[in-house]
């Protein structure tokens, strides 16, 4: 069963600083997707990021980055010069290759404070 | 459409009451998904269907809970006799070929349960 860690409940940061939100997760598949997603305090989820099994190099967007490593099962999520607009609950989710679902992790509400 | 589309977009019910909820999927996906977001960060799969067929049901609470995917029509998910523990916002999400493409996900009905 595919099972996700998101150790960091609750994460405060002061704008502008960096922060990094963990994620670990466990499965027996070969293949699978990583996917994170964002739901602002109005409730809608945000797709942020797909990332595929067999492609660990690092991703950027912007502000945004992700750290794949395979060998340890962690798809980090790091968000430079934070803004308040990035206070969000964030939601690690691998997928299920085997039921073809998306399996959310707990989730971990950052608060940027101005 | 463009997006994925859930009516209402609240929803009160008195317990023991009947609950009909609707999604229309993305024009041209194939796949739709019913979560459950109980508490605020935690999700649950209920249940998917490719075209009208259900093609993973495991989520699903059956005594209570039933959903259909009819041709050229918006998705529903029913909950018959509702209970206070259903008060949760619940998402549908559509995707072209399954959870391997991204999932689009709606903005959600808040269902209350009093």
């Known amino acids: 069963a595919q099972k996700v860690t998101q150790a960091q409940t609750e994460i405060s940061v002061v704008e502008k600083e960096d922060v990094t939100l963990d994620c670990v997760y466990e499965?027996?598949?070969?293949?699978?997707?990583l996917f994170w997603y964002k739901q602002p305090p109005s409730g809608e989820l945000v797709f942020l990021i797909r990332r595929n099994s067999f492609d660990e190099q690092n991703e950027i967007s912007g502000r945004y980055s992700w750290n794949f490593q395979k060998s340890t099962s962690s798809f980090n999520f790091t968000i430079t010069a934070s803004q308040v607009v990035d206070s969000a609950v964030y939601f690690c989710a691998p997928e299920s290759t085997s039921y073809d679902k998306v399996i959310f992790g707990p989730g971990t509400s950052l608060s940027v404070i101005p | 459409g463009e997006e994925v589309a859930q009516t209402p977009k609240h929803l009160v019910r008195g317990e023991g009451q009947k609950a009909k909820l609707y999604c229309a999927p993305i024009k041209g996906h194939s796949y739709v998904f019913w979560y459950q977001q109980v508490l605020k960060n935690e999700f649950k799969f209920l249940i998917s269907f490719q075209n009208e067929n259900v093609f993973d049901e495991t989520g699903m609470p059956k005594e209570r809970f039933s959903a259909k995917c009819l041709p050229n029509s918006p998705c529903s998910l029913e909950i018959q006799a509702t209970k206070l523990e259903d008060s949760a916002v619940y998402f549908c999400?559509?995707?072209?070929?399954?959870?391997?493409?991204?999932?689009?996900f709606g903005p959600g009905t808040r269902l209350t349960v009093l």
């Open positions: 499965t027996r598949d070969t293949t699978y997707y």
């Open positions: 999400a559509s995707s072209q070929v399954g959870a391997y493409n991204e999932q689009f």
